[in-house]
């Protein structure tokens, strides 16, 4: 969820927040398709420098909250990462010196370089995530989806009023967990606390889906879906902001893959 | 595909319409029995009518009947006929109804849907594919009626639960419905939440632009408001419909039976300014408690100076309890208030060991192996798991989230098993599950799941498994959210006997009908104790502003006529 914009988060305008949702999930996904299509690490850093670029200039995000954003990414990061350059095929290549050995372990620069192209390549991923959706609120991205897109409405909103659930269900595992540990039910074992991490779930699904209906029931009341065609409050237009960011991104993600490495 | 574009018929011929019911009546699909059954009543044009009966009356099923939820988009059998001025509910699109009806919900958190004000509020308006330029000038407008002028580029989540509730309000009001329709718009909101939505509703009943429905709790401060009362009893069924002034001693008896709360100025025994169900009245000295109850004895709770800061987040650093000192000593039972954020919850889960306090420190004491509360204060953070549940257990607002097993049951014994299979051999006491759902009026489901249960008996099963082991220190969020009056007396009831063994119980409540009930009150506000004393101190002079509803009945504001 911390990598979606939280509505509490102020935003100060800049150029990103006035570009559409859509404008920047097109430049995000050219950028995602050029960290994936090579193996090594430079394209990557390529990307994540023009990343963060992008975000101190022109996204109107304070530079403080990102590293927390990032935050539940660094596990992912950090262990995809070490794990990658200890089991690389690259290490079994007896012809080419190791970086390091000790006992069964070796390590060859190759494999220390596609270790680091998989670990980049999340960073890659993740710092696009928070320059597509940090911008703006969810609210806008669905406008944008449905207006400029042609998205269902029933899809999106639908989808915006599920976002709205995801926070409580979060407080709700905490709750839950509080509640078996102080009635003292403790889980043994693997099988143990995979089986209490099931009841876990099963209570705030309910919880949740208790919730998603009242919801639903509250915006039929509103007539939503009410066969009506929907209008707009916020028009969303396609301006010249919105195209000078998808060729500036195009453009980036080609000058990462073609400059000489 | 989207049908073709129909126009509404007129709606709005002139002025509000009236409301009529015919042998109206309605049966969820898949219960056995009718949530209404017969109602036949007719509200005049522009009046406002406050709807009354216990828990299962089928309040919200009317609320929802009035806006076309019933019988468009739930699935039941309808019988009977309901009509909303010349358009009968059965016959029309639940769009042209919604067109004409509003309706507001009791959580603010589960009808709000977009991110921002002003988009929420046009959010009805977009549904029926209004034109920009008309929504331009709707919203800022339904927000300044509701007191939110200025508020349109806020984001929804950083409002308080009071204006939460006053933009759902704005969102309905957006479209000009000629009928309001309020189901319990209090029941989440903390005092000042309430006091204010209460007044924007007054406003509205006031301008006598609207005919209004509401289902309201809150007796006190909803009968001044309402010109006529619908009394229904637990089954569905219509007791009375009648002007406001005009319920005789015989009808109130009636409703009051049912289990419904009755307002004081019908019935019931006054205490320290609040309504009081007369069980509980005959029961009770003011500050006394309820029951027998013993001698308080030793401590089995002390926070000393207990400090909590919460990271540093947009709002900066923020300081949760500031500075807090609370004892409770064995068989007492303290109400803890204050407005939201004052510190209740975060109290609660330092008490319980969930949260280490930043400074200071809390100690909570034991209900020995002889069945005595024993004073031996220990740090709940730092206690072992098998440690735990003899010294403290917790009570959350929503039931379901404590429940930890598949049957009634199971639930009941689950805290018991936990405990003996550590224990292996050493303890020999029968564990009597099925004895304590007798005691608890739930002997008849102690095979059913609990989340199939209604919400008076989760609420009663809550405590009930808190039974076979006894914490030393009960802890409460809102143990009567949602309860009628037969509800609320029977889990105030039950939390008696469980006091009758020493245990010490902290209460959180914003319900001022409970704290009569209580030995002390404690009042926080921002994190630090702002009154310590009995309760009906605390109900004569509150100590934080708006005082009106912890008041008998209500501020002059609300109160119209």
């Known amino acids: 969820m911390s990598l979606v914009s939280s509505p509490l988060a102020p935003v100060r305008p800049d150029f990103l927040t006035r570009v559409t949702p859509v404008a920047r999930l097109a430049s995000g996904l050219a950028w995602l398709v050029a960290s994936v299509v090579t193996l090594d690490p430079v394209v990557p850093i390529r990307l994540a420098i023009a990343a963060v670029i992008a975000l101190v200039l022109w996204s109107g995000l304070p530079l403080r909250r990102i590293p927390g954003r990032m935050a539940p990414l660094g596990f992912a990061i950090l262990s995809l990462t070490v794990f990658s350059i200890l089991l690389s095929g690259a290490n079994a290549d007896r012809s080419v010196a190791a970086m390091l050995e000790f006992g069964p372990v070796r390590i060859t620069p190759a494999a220390v370089s596609a270790g680091l192209a998989v670990g980049l390549r999340i960073v890659v991923i993740g710092l696009t995530t928070i320059l597509v959706f940090g911008p703006s609120d969810p609210t806008r991205m669905a406008d944008s989806l449905v207006q400029q897109w042609r998205i269902p409405d029933r899809f999106a909103y639908g989808t915006l009023g599920a976002l709205r659930v995801a926070p409580f269900m979060a407080e709700d595992w905490t709750l839950v967990a509080a509640a078996r540990r102080l009635r003292g039910i403790r889980s043994r074992g693997v099988a143990g606390r995979i089986r209490d991490a099931g009841d876990r779930l099963v209570v705030i699904l309910v919880a949740a889906i208790r919730r998603a209906e009242r919801l639903a029931l509250a915006m039929d009341a509103r007539g939503f879906d009410g066969g009506i065609r929907r209008s707009h409050f916020r028009e969303l237009r396609v301006g010249w902001r919105d195209w000078l960011t998808i060729a500036a991104a195009l453009a980036v993600a080609v000058a990462a893959l073609m400059l000489p490495r | ?26 049966r969820y699909a898949g219960r056995p029995t009718p949530a209404l059954q017969d109602l036949t009543f007719r509200l005049e044009p522009g009046r406002v009518l406050l709807v009354l009966g216990p828990s299962g009356s089928g309040k919200s099923t009317l609320a929802r009947a009035l806006v076309g939820l019933v019988p468009h988009t739930l699935a039941g059998e309808w019988q009977g006929s309901l009509r909303v001025g010349e358009l009968d509910v059965a016959a029309t699109p639940a769009r042209f109804l919604g067109e004409r009806v509003g309706l507001v919900f009791q959580d603010p958190d589960s009808q709000l849907v977009m991110a921002r004000v002003d988009d929420e509020v046009a959010f009805g308006l977009e549904n029926r594919g209004r034109a920009r330029t008309e929504m331009e000038a709707a919203v800022p407008e339904a927000l300044r009626q509701v007191g939110l002028a200025g508020f349109e580029p806020r984001a929804t989540n950083t409002l308080s639960g009071g204006e939460k509730q006053r933009l759902a309000i704005a969102g309905v009001l957006v479209a000009r419905p000629s009928v309001l329709v309020f189901d319990e718009p209090t029941a989440n909101l903390d005092p000042p939440g309430m006091y204010e939505t209460l007044e924007r509703i007054a406003e509205l009943a006031r301008r006598r632009g609207h005919t209004i429905v509401l289902i309201e709790h809150r007796l006190e401060a909803a009968l001044p408001l309402a010109d006529d009362v619908l009394l229904l009893d637990d089954a569905g069924r219509q007791i009375a419909f009648a002007p406001a002034g005009s319920v005789g001693r015989e009808t109130a008896a009636l409703l009051e039976a049912s289990g419904a709360w009755v307002p004081r100025a019908w019935q019931g025994a006054e205490m320290g300014g609040i309504t ?23 401590v089995l709770l002390r926070a000393t100076d207990a400090v909590v800061d919460y990271p540093a987040d947009q709002s900066g650093k923020r300081r949760a309890l500031d500075g807090l000192s609370l004892e409770a000593h064995s068989g007492e039972r303290i109400g803890v208030v204050g407005p939201n954020g004052a510190g209740k919850s975060t109290l609660l889960f330092v008490l319980a060991g969930l949260r280490r306090p930043t400074g200071g420190s809390v100690g909570i004491g034991r209900i020995g192996a002889d069945g005595e509360p024993a004073e031996d204060l220990r740090d709940p953070s730092r206690l072992r798991p098998d440690e735990i549940a003899s010294r403290i257990g917790l009570v959350f607002q929503d039931p379901e989230l404590g429940f930890v097993a598949r049957s009634a049951r199971g639930e009941v014994a689950a805290t018991d098993l936990a405990a003996r299979s550590r224990h292996r051999g050493g303890d020999d006491r029968p564990a009597d599950a099925d004895g304590v759902l007798g005691r608890f009026g739930l002997g008849h489901l102690a095979a059913q799941d609990p989340f199939r249960l209604s919400q008076g008996e989760q609420r009663r099963l809550s405590l009930a498994a808190l039974v076979l082991r006894p914490p030393a220190v009960l802890l409460l ?36 009908r409970l704290l009569p009930g209580c030995d002390r009150v404690v009042a926080l506000d921002r994190g630090r104790v702002v009154f310590d004393g009995p309760p009906e101190e605390f109900l004569a002079a509150p100590p934080y502003a ?16």
């Open chain 2, 1 to 26: 595909m989207r049908p073709p574009e129909t126009n509404p018929p007129e709606t709005r011929p002139n002025g509000p319409p009236s409301i009529e019911a015919a042998g109206l009546g309605w």
């Open chain 2, 276 to 298: 009081v169900p007369a069980e509980m009245a005959g029961a009770a000295q003011p500050g006394k408690g309820w029951g027998p109850r013993p001698e308080p004895g030793r």
């Open chain 2, 477 to 512: 969020d809102e143990p009567t959210f949602g309860l009628d009056r037969r509800g609320t007396v029977s889990v105030m009831g039950l939390l008696d006997e469980m006091r009758a063994t020493g245990q010490a119980q902290i209460l959180a409540t914003h319900d001022p």
């Open chain 2, 546 to 561: 708006p005082a009106g509803p912890w008041r008998a009945g209500t501020a002059p504001a609300v109160a119209v006529r």
